[in-house]
């Protein structure tokens, strides 16, 4: 990009606007040394006691205190570091995305793919957290995306991290959060890796098996053990418990090994499955904790922490909105863990956070009519991978598609006229589309009048025939040049995205807004 579109642009008007999170004040805190509101660490060191070298240090009495991060984002720095920050473009509040990707996309030197980064939606999602969820702290799952300014932000904020292995934890370590603001989120951990967690204090980590917890006193005796527990996940669109998650009827042989192994049980995790098109189940789990926290106790456990895992819907655009969501798990959690229970109540949201922050910017490389033979030779490789979206079963008509969409397209009213390949595709950051089984929607940028609706495949740029994008959507006809973009294309996007064939290059603008 060159300098021209930055300096084209509004500035953000008034970097001192409020943008406040609502808290107990602190001031002049600093990541390193954010203190809780509340003097009073309200910690039982448990049952079983085991030394340990970081404290956990948060406020319990007080339903409405955030023991956690400084009081708004003027106080933590963020706002000054990123208004100060060359590679961050300033912008009003409520700027027009679509205007912005043509103005990048017209002056880029390359064709290359740019990501639009907006970190204010970070920013707006943590503000909305902590008003709706006062009594939860987030520690964000950075595995969703582990951009380093979108990380930087939240541990300035305050925000702890979900890590899932040593690169994540030494990447949140690398932004001075404190390792008591860490936790080993993985429930199959590999040994050198716990290895380092103890190494550098990172006491809190989650286990569902027997096994684990052998290995975990074996190498980190004095960890503080999170038992996962299995939870209904038959609503989620990415399921879990086929991996992990201790099933009801082995939380005794979880307690009663833990005891045997002098282990410290600090406390109750579950996750609901991510993108969950249901409410029932954060509440149900909620209650699920309880019982494993009464059978700890019967054990001889003073279990202490409430982890309530990810699954946070990254947009509102579904049948319920975050809003609802927090709604119900904050009156579940205040009937089953009322403050006066003591216990410290975190969360893991990744998609959460990341989902809306990413718009992302795509060239057709090529274009080529179908022919009936490759039309006929589809239907094998489409059996994994990319399935038809709503928008092509709604719009182009599909009886083969509605019940399966990941059978084969047999209609031939449902097939593309025409292929576009594209210059990112599912070993880049479209892997969503099979990984997390996304829904993306193409947008186009140039809008030529008269142009006909096509039925359109979009392939990706790799030269493996399975790396498709959307099997059969209706666009208009485009040209090779063209640009197509994409909203909401912030979570497990680029984290898991492979430079297979050398492509999937991108190019990221980040973005700050004045919120609203
Ligand atoms: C242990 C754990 N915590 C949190 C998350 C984040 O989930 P989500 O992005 O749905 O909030 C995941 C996602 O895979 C996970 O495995």
Known sequence: MDGEIITSLPMFPDPAEPITISSAGHKDIKAVDMLPACASPCLDSSAISISSSSSDEHCCDHPDCNSWGPATFEESGAVDELLDAPDVLKLPPHYDTEQLVRELAACTTTDNAFYVVDLSTVVSKLNDWKKELPRIKPLYAMKCNGDAKICRLLAKAGVGFDCASKAEIAQALSLR???????????????????????????????????????????????????????????????????????????????????????????????????????????????????????????????TLLDVGGGWPGHDDGD?????????????????????????????????FAHASHTYAVTVIAKRPLSCAQLADTAEIESFGARPTKDTEETISSSSHADDGFKKAEASENQPEVALYINDGVYGSFNCVVFDHAHVRPMVLERRSGARTVATKLFGPTCDSIDVVMPCTRLPEMRVGEWLWFRGMGAYTRCAASRFNGQGEFDIHYVWAGMP
């Open 177 to 303: 959060v404190r390792p008591d603001n860490l936790i080993y989120a993985n429930p199959c951990k590999q040994a050198n890796m716990l290895r380092y967690a103890r190494q550098v204090g990172v006491l809190k980590m989650t286990a569902d098996n027997v096994e684990e917890l052998h290995k975990i006193r074996d190498i980190f005796p004095e960890a503080r053990v999170v038992l996962r527990i299995a939870v209904d996940d038959s609503k989620s669109v990415c399921r879990f418990n086929s991996k992990f998650g201790c099933p009801p009827q082995e939380w005794d042989a979880m307690f009663s090994t833990a005891r045997e192994l002098g282990l410290n049980m600090h406390g109750v995790s579950f996750h609901v499955g991510s993108g969950c098109g249901d409410l029932k189940p954060f509440a149900d789990a909620v209650s699920a904790a309880r019982d494993a926290f009464d059978l700890a106790k019967s054990y001889g456990f003073s279990p």
């Open 320 to 352: 319920f909105t975050f809003k609802d969501v927090a709604a119900v798990v904050a009156d579940a959690v205040d009937h089953y863990f009322p403050a006066s229970s003591g216990v410290e109540i975190i969360a893991e949201p990744g998609r959460y």
